[in-house]
């Protein structure tokens, strides 16, 4: 388990934002990133992304409530071993949840690295 602060942490979620390439960026819209310590049914959970995914919306997709990534803090530094691997591990989550939002699937993630 990694000790580090809740801003060290909101660090390592801002700097893995700041990662994705600008093309993406630009097409991250009217999602919100929250961090939460735990996902209550399933503590294991690393992130979470809840949301329509870009691929799959319609014309007709307004007025609905922002989608979300969360990133689990607690079960993100119980995962992890040193502060070197909790900000890689971050990286990579933020990155999983985020091609979610792209459409990305499990499978793809994986061979991207972003498993």
């Known amino acids: 388990m990694v000790d580090i602060s809740d801003e060290a942490f909101d660090d390592l979620v801002n700097d893995a934002l700041d990662q994705i390439p600008d093309e ?9 990133i929250q961090v939460a310590d735990y996902n209550e049914e399933h503590p294991t959970y690393l992130g979470l992304y809840v949301g329509v995914a870009l691929p799959d919306r319609t014309h007709h997709h307004t007025g609905f409530l922002p989608d979300a990534i969360f990133i689990y803090k607690e079960a993100l530094k119980r995962y992890c071993h040193s502060e070197e691997d909790l900000a890689e591990q971050v990286k990579v989550t933020v990155f999983h949840e985020v091609g979610h939002y792209f459409g990305l699937e499990e499978d793809d993630l994986e061979r991207l690295g972003w498993g």
């Open 24 to 32: 993406f960026a630009r097409r991250l819209v009217n999602v919100a």
